[in-house]
């Protein structure tokens, strides 16, 4: 018995030292970004938010996915993504965050990324307009100027207005039409022409058309964006659980610069949480975890960067 059970946990050590290993040589050639919805506020039936504290399921969530760099939204404060943060994950990682506090509206915007001398993320900015000009209401998008190894980028964070209603669809017009003139303007000013848009679109492809065109301007096959996610088998955002699995659209988008971001390899998919976190399953990770899965891609950034 004893050389059984020495035998099974050698068996796991090594399998451990050969994920520590690949784990470390893929860090040299790709990065995982990621994009997620953590559903940090609630509102009862009268429509007053309900911050969420759920510091163990966001550790746990994001260990599990491992980004190098991850937009989160829902966030509720600062300091709430600073106690995530705190202490370093189960596989070691540790993150630094980039947020604006100052954010009006109860559900705000934030970048974790590795604490890593190979990735930095700076000169965060709000777009202008992209709150379509009601501060107190809807969530403006945020900007930054970030670096992984070899491959740089504007990387842009948005959660846009929800709801299927005409009126809804004319502000998401609204805040795309705002962010994609910004994104023209960074690229005209800055020539970086690396442009990732990730977060909760609230757009569904197929049925929001007018939205994801504003978003992405120009003429055929020389549109400003690839919307990269938009052929993924929804759901993203949970509507309920039937039969243990979950139901509902795909309303998360990840979107990259059509003729630029070549370090794209091609990769993305939802993450399943429900179903590789412990213990959880659809039901019990809607109902304590989230109503959206995240969306997660991968990028080579052992290469010269093309711009």
Known sequence: ?????????????????NSSATSF???LTFARIAGWNQEGVKFDNQ???????????????IGALNPDVIVLSEVNSKASMEEIIS?????????????????????KIAVLFKDHPD???????????????????????????????????????????SARGT????TRNRQTKAIAQFIRNEIATTNERDVLVIGDYNMIPGQ???????????????????????????PSHIDKCVNGKPTGNLLDGFSISRLQTNEWTGFIRIAQLQNTLPNMGCTRYKQTVSDHLPLVARFRVSLPDDD
């Open 1 to 17: 018995m004893r050389r059984l059970i020495n035998f099974a946990a050698a068996i796991v050590l090594a399998g451990l030292l």
């Open 25 to 27: 040589a893929q860090s």
């Open 47 to 61: 429509g007053t938010p309900q911050p969420v504290s759920k510091p163990a399921q966001l550790r746990a969530a």
């Open 87 to 107: 202490t370093p994950f189960s596989n070691g990682a540790t993150y630094k965050l980039s947020m604006d506090d100052d954010q009006p509206t109860p559900q």
């Open 119 to 161: 990735i930095s993320v700076t000169n965060r900015r709000a777009i202008p307009g992209s709150d379509d000009n009601q501060p107190d209401r809807l969530r403006k998008a945020w900007a930054f100027d970030v670096k992984i190894r070899n491959f740089d980028f504007l990387l842009i964070g948005v959660h846009l207005k």
């Open 167 to 170: 009126a809804e669809r004319e």
């Open 208 to 234: 929001d058309s007018q939205n994801f065109s504003n978003l992405s301007p120009g003429p055929a096959n020389k549109e400003l964006l690839r919307f990269i996610s938009s052929g993924l088998t929804p």
